[in-house]
């Protein structure tokens, strides 16, 4: 099953219209027709069906048959992480993420942060390409933030879970009634380096909880797809 991205702003009076790489997509790649069946999501809930009725250079043209309104999920998962420097694998943390069930994420520069410049375009049309991939109806939004505080500032939370290392595998255990029972919670990874002490200091006097993802010393990728599937089964 494939399905294509239109924001609302391109879904009006009974019509969608796919433009830039997703008419491509559709036209050129799937060697979609006219009068071929079509799912559209806009990337805040709604799902749309429909037949399309023009082709052209520029744009697939839809006329809508049938619509829905889905629901997010609840309760929501938002994963803060550290930048990472090496720029595919930040983009596989934030493709993995999403299809995981990040509802949004929160990049952020550390004390141990290497790299500065993130090409947002691409991590947005890799938010755009995941929530296709993982037939989600929700594109995640994707933040970039100067520091830690800045982050944590602004993000309101009502749970606040941190991957750290030091933590012993055998406590440091997810309290999943407590997650269960939350509307959001944020799951921080540090990057490469970890946090400092400093870092750690500040987001336990913020209520943090710290956990651990076993005894193996994980890569900064690879510890947010495993905190976040760690979640998989649980809802």
Do not use: W
């Not at 796919?18 to 709604?46: C, N």
């Not at 043209?61 to 550290?82: A, C, D």
């Amino acid at each position: 099953m494939n399905i294509y991205y239109a924001p609302p702003s391109q879904i009006n009076n009974g019509f969608a219209e796919l433009l830039d790489q997703e008419a491509i997509h559709a036209s050129k790649v799937m060697r979609a027709r006219e009068g071929d069946s079509l799912t559209i999501v806009d990337g805040q809930g709604g799902r749309y069906e429909g037949t399309i009725g023009r082709i052209t250079k520029q744009s697939v043209q839809v006329e809508i048959t049938e619509r829905e309104h889905i629901r997010r999920k609840s309760p929501q998962l938002m994963l803060g992480m550290g930048i990472i420097k090496k720029r595919d694998r930040l983009e596989f943390a934030i493709e993995k993420a999403i299809e995981l069930g990040a509802a949004r994420i929160c990049l952020f520069r550390s004390e141990r942060t290497i790299k500065e410049n993130v090409r947002m375009d691409r991590l947005e049309s890799i938010a755009i390409s995941a929530m296709k991939q993982s037939l989600q109806s929700y594109l995640c939004e994707i933040d970039l933030f100067y520091s830690l505080d800045e982050m944590l500032d602004t993000i309101q939370a009502d749970n606040l879970l941190v991957a750290h290392e030091k933590v012993e595998a055998s406590g440091g255990k997810i309290d999943f009634e407590s997650v269960r029972s939350s509307h959001q919670n944020l799951l921080l990874v540090g990057p490469e380096g970890g946090f400092s002490s400093e870092e750690i200091d500040d987001v336990v006097n913020r209520g943090a909880s710290l956990v651990s993802l076993g005894s193996n010393r994980l890569r900064a990728e690879t510890a947010a797809v495993a905190f976040l599937s760690q979640f998989l089964t649980q809802f």
